[in-house]
């Protein structure tokens, strides 16, 4: 199935630095989503983004939907050793008859963080 | 507010067998999406369900299949299993609305044996 290109595919990184990731698609989305998932557990939504330019934070997470519809990234900042989990991006677009269509994902940043 | 409750959490068949897992939805939300996860494919679409009518399905066999109840609560089968079923199964409840956040439960655990 379709899929978006998430990079970098993982990161180790010390704590306290900051951390950025980002997916890239061929195909226009009118949501962008940020999930983070810790081993054994489901996605956790941490951002939605419903617009192209807008900005948004949650805590020391922001994240930013493209100006062109088909990227979005992510930033940590001052990272800390619960940051530590798969981040996933996904895109979702609405079908023909204007309904919501299913989120596409990307493949998962992991990230580790070293105390 | 309750989450995403999906049970079981845990499940172990033989080649062959088909399964049943249930997902119940955050409370007003009415709308469930069937993902599965595994590690060489991802997150992987299967269908969605909204006021009990599937509304968009992923390109999975006819072996998956799904329901959902007047409740919203939704079921997922998997008929002959394969050992390639083995994965983790996700759920996700949203409003169902034009840009309705979709939140997941912890998932279905399946490995085939």
């Known amino acids: 199935g379709q899929q978006l290109n998430q990079s970098p595919q993982s990161m180790f990184i010390q704590e306290g630095e900051d951390v950025s990731m980002n997916c890239t698609s061929s195909s226009i989305f009118n949501t962008w989503l940020w999930y983070k998932q810790e081993p054994g557990e489901g996605p956790v939504l941490l951002i939605a983004?419903?617009?192209?330019?807008e900005l948004t934070s949650n805590g020391r997470l922001t994240a930013q939907f493209g100006i062109t519809r088909k990227d979005s990234f992510l930033n940590i900042s001052a990272s800390i050793p619960s940051d530590v989990g798969i981040y996933f991006c996904a895109g979702q677009a609405f079908n023909y008859g204007g309904s919501q269509g299913n989120l596409i994902f990307g493949k998962g940043t992991k990230l580790s963080v070293k105390p | 507010k309750a989450g995403v409750t999906q049970t079981p959490r845990y499940l172990i068949k033989t080649r062959g067998q088909q399964v049943t897992l249930s997902c119940s939805p955050i409370s007003g939300h009415r709308s469930v999406s069937w993902y599965q996860q595994t590690p060489g494919q991802g997150l992987q679409f299967l269908f969605e369900y909204f006021s009990e009518t599937q509304r968009n399905k992923g390109n999975f066999p006819g072996r998956f299949s799904g329901r959902q109840f007047s409740n919203s609560r939704s079921e997922m089968n998997v008929s002959t299993l394969e050992l390639g079923d083995s994965a983790l199964y996700l759920c996700a409840s949203s409003l169902g609305d034009r840009g309705g956040d979709a939140f997941f439960g912890q998932g279905t655990r399946l490995t085939v044996v």
């Open positions: 983004l419903y617009k192209a330019g």
